[in-house]
């Protein structure tokens, strides 16, 4: 086995050494490629980690669909990690997961045994997800079966610790639905998944939170999450990571260039440790390995250049919004039950908490937000989640298909406006 | 799942297809029918073929719409429709499928070929909206009389 970077030791050296790690979102079920893409990671002109992302044929466990496409040779949107033969990922590997680079494995699959028994035969050790976050966003599985299947993937993973691996596990619970929900709910669920990953033996963690779409919003958030997560996680190695913006993207290179620069210019001001990119290709098609290259180098470019976090950030303020809300949404849940995961469960069941627009039917359905006038995100409808309600203000009309669409694609159109 | 009631117009089923996660799309297009006066079931996110097969037999819809943005719409939408043109009683329902169906992010005019062969009414490859909405008031007009 190569001597493998530790992914949270190596991002915390990169943090205090002053540099801002980038990290692609990609993923090709052919092999070859998938190996010139990480190559060509590792070769960019920025501190970066690896990525794998899986397709979504593993995610939901569809061996058959896999088989099929595998056989057809039909290009499939990510890295079929399970079905290949291990000796093949590993030629995928052979030399460039070192003490430089790191790998993580990105998948989004609510019941992720069989992709983390893949991923730990191959000596890897870094993945993401949460029971929360890979279930009401990406499957129609129980939230119960999920919460199930983290327990026991999470325990499996935190064995591994010590016999040359050092398993970090990433919470995906700051992106949840990638846009419109509100960052009070964002921090809450990334700080309960964490919760539950300690629980479960994980000692080095990432939170996350997604650019949304007011930077002033989006810095309290960070500091939110940055302040709640010394408050929660003593003993644990954490960081924080920042995802570009995760909805409608600006069609036009030089409005999607520009989103990428705002979110790099936003962790490095927030105090986020490490940045997943967003190409100029993410509106239109899978992103090719120069597409994702471009956006590495960018972003660390702007990182470099942009200004240190001021440690007396608004998120040091005891009365702040966002710190308030997420506060009050993590105290609530986690009285429930000293288990996190029944905890989630019986908060879910009685929507406690309760993302807006979300179909699964786990989710409660009661809440709905909106963008006002200056890009925050706010609530238009608390349900029976214990935070204050919703303002006055706030647009009190049916939700139309326009409006949504409005809504969804407000930053698509602030970036594509006058850009090509 | 999501019913709305709205007593007059055509029943309309709106699913995701079985690997495809997204739902933002079967938002939009829920609210998108029901302004236009339909009622809609919107199954969600990840449903499998044989899911959907049995909504349809149990509600007998006037209109199946079929939503894909994953990359993987095509190869999901011809498994699909193939259990569905499997049930005698659905051989006649009408079915049609739309969003970004391949990872390419280019009109594949070979694949909607495949698509409409294996038995869709009508094919929207990157979301041609405009000629769904003509498809709709049709269909709203021939329900109504
Ligand atoms: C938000 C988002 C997510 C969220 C989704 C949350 C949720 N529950 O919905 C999250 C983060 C979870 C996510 C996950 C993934 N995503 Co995504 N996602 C997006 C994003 C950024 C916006 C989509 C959106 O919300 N659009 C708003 C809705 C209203 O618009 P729409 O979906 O485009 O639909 C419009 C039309 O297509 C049309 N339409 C749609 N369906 C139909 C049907 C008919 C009949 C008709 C007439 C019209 C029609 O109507 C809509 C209005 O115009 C897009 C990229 C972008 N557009 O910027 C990527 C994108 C769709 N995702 C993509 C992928 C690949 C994935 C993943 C597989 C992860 C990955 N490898 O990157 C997973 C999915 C896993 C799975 N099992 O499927 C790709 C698809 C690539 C392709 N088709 O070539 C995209 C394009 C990004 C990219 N460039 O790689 N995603």
Known sequence: MTAAAP????VARAQAGGALVVQPRMGFSDPATMRAGLAATKAAAATTVGTITLDSYTRVGDDEAVARALRERTPLNGYPIVALPRSTSQAVLDGLRDATFPVQVRHGSATPDRIFAALIELGLDATEGGPVSYCLPYSRTPLREAVASWRRSCRLLAATAGRGAAPHLESFGGCMLGQLCPPGLLVAITLLEALFFVQHGLRSISLSYAQ??????????????RRLAGELLPGVEWHIVLYAYMGVYPRTQ??????????????VGAGAARLIVKTAAEAHRIPTIADNVEALELAAGRAARAARRDDRGPGDEPDDEVYLEARALVEAVAGLDPDVGRALLTAFGRGLLDVPFCLHPDNAGRTRSYVDDRG???????????IPAARPGRPTGRLTAAGLLAALSGVQRRYDEGAR | MNITQSPAGPSILVTGTSSDSHTWNLVYLQL??????????????????????AECLARDPDLVVVSSVNGHGGADGLRLIEVLRAQPDLAGTPVVIGGKLATDGLRNVGLVRR????????????????????????????VAS
Request: hydrophobic share 50%; charged share 20%; aromatic share 6%.
């Open chain 1, 376 to 386: 925050w995100l706010r609530w238009s409808d608390t349900g029976a989640m214990p």
């Open chain 2, 115 to 142: 698509l409409r062969a294996a038995g869709y009414d009508a094919v929207f490859d990157n979301g041609d909206l405009a000629r769904f909405r003509t498809l709709i008031s049709r269909l709203s007009a021939r």
């Open chain 1, 7 to 10: 992914l949270g030791e190596f």
């Open chain 1, 254 to 267: 030089g409005g999607a260039m520009r989103l990428l620069g705002a979110a790099a210019e936003l962790a």
């Open chain 2, 32 to 53: 998108l029918l029901e302004e236009a006066g339909c009622r809609v079931t919107n199954l969600g996110a990840c449903v499998p073929p044989v899911l959907v097969a």
């Open chain 1, 212 to 225: 949304q779409q007011n930077p002033e919003q989006d810095r309290q958030a960070l500091a939110a999450l």
